[in-house]
């Protein structure tokens, strides 16, 4: 193998590989990266086992080949070369030679063919999703997905595929996202659960434009744009039925502007402590005064004005719940729904969003 290719090209298609690779490893093949070249391409592969992703670029390639080498060590040798072109040759018992410049570096590699393979998708049913849809899909429900390792199941996001539309819900037990997207007519019904580590390397390899193809089999799903891929296995298991955990729509809604709230909040979190984590939030005619009260602090009130005519609430709710919705709404008017200080509030925005939040108890 033999290539020349610009310094800039080859760290930004490393970066995209590298996040799952793990010096860690009982297999000291998964702690290199692949790379092949043939024609006009330059392909990196990285995998876990679990999840792995290709990286494809375009450079001048005077010979094909293909050789693993170290992922973390040939990403910092990459970064710390001048900004000039690279020439990458690979020599017998599988070693790299790196040239740039006066610069240059042996490295020690192993053969492709140590290298785990990728499964083949050619024959299962797919998807075509635009990759900004899907993006701001993941942005609003991935913060919901739990981190507890006891619930398995928790740990990702189910995607629904029905009735033309992919719904995407993420649950810890104590907050719920929802959100809607319509696909088309030609979608087949299918219920997946993508793990949170595969979640969030898609939601980092997503785009702002183009569109990215959903491929799922029994027990795994690739998503393939112009230049990345991602494969993962998928979660087994039933996901609990979230339907029956959203409450019907409360015609007493608080209506508030979303900015001053999330400012609020967050103010009032500075008091929060390991021990005392909840804020509380009295809902009264008209306003909504949020506050935090700590002995061995101190603390915070502040009053914001709002469109509500019910019955006055007081609540309490884990703060960082609420910032990270609130963060990622895109409204400057938001509608609440409490209806009681030991029921959860409920955020919708029209048919295509849900956010559900547990209360939590006041000290």
């Not at 297999?27 to 070249?37: G, Q, S």
């Not at 007519?185 to 183009?210: C, H, M, Q, V, W």
């Not at 935090?292 to 703060?319: Q, R």
Request: with cysteine; aromatic share 6%; glycine share 6%.
């Amino acid at each position: 193998m033999k290539l020349k290719i610009l310094k800039s090209e080859l760290v930004k298609n490393i970066q995209n590989v590298q996040n799952i690779i793990s010096s860690r490893t009982n297999l000291p093949i998964l702690a290199n990266v692949l790379i092949e070249a043939d024609l006009d391409e330059v392909k990196l592969t990285s995998t876990d086992l679990d999840i792995g992703i290709i990286s494809i670029f375009k450079s001048e390639i005077e010979e094909p080949g293909a050789i693993t080498v170290p992922a973390k060590r040939f990403s910092d040798i990459i970064k710390e070369l001048p900004d000039e072109d690279i020439l990458i040759t690979t020599m017998k018992n599988n070693s790299m030679s790196i040239k740039c410049g006066k610069c240059f570096f042996k490295i020690l590699g192993l053969p492709k063919e140590d290298f785990p393979k990728l499964p083949d998708f050619r024959k299962d049913p797919h998807v075509v999703i635009d990759q900004a849809g899907l993006k701001k899909m993941l942005s609003m429900t991935c913060f919901a997905m739990s981190r507890d390792e006891t619930r398995y199941v928790l740990n990702g996001a189910l995607f629904l595929f029905k009735a033309g539309h992919l719904i995407i819900v993420t649950t810890d037990g104590k907050r719920l996202g929802l959100i809607k997207k319509e696909t088309g007519k030609d979608t087949p019904d299918k219920a997946i659960i993508i793990p949170s580590k595969t979640i969030y390397e898609l939601n980092r390899a997503l785009g702002e434009g183009g569109q990215i193809k959903l491929t799922f089999s029994e027990n795994q799903v690739r998503f393939e744009s112009e230049n990345i891929t991602i494969i993962s296995r998928l979660i087994e298991g039933a996901f609990p039925d979230y339907e029956q955990v959203i409450p019907q729509e409360s015609k007493e809604k608080i209506v508030v502007q979303r900015e001053p709230l999330l400012l609020g909040i967050k103010r009032a979190a500075l008091l929060t402590t390991q021990d005392s984590q909840s804020i509380k939030i009295d809902v009264l005619k008209n306003r909504l005064v949020i506050s935090k009260s700590n002995p061995n602090i101190g603390e915070a009130k502040e009053e914001l004005e709002t469109s509500y005519g019910g019955h006055d609430i007081a609540i309490g709710f884990n703060p960082s719940y609420l910032i990270d919705v609130l963060k990622v709404v895109p409204k400057d008017e938001i509608a609440i729904e409490i209806s009681g200080p030991d029921k959860p509030a409920v955020i919708r925005i029209d048919d295509w969003y849900v956010y559900l939040v547990l209360p939590m108890q006041l000290a």
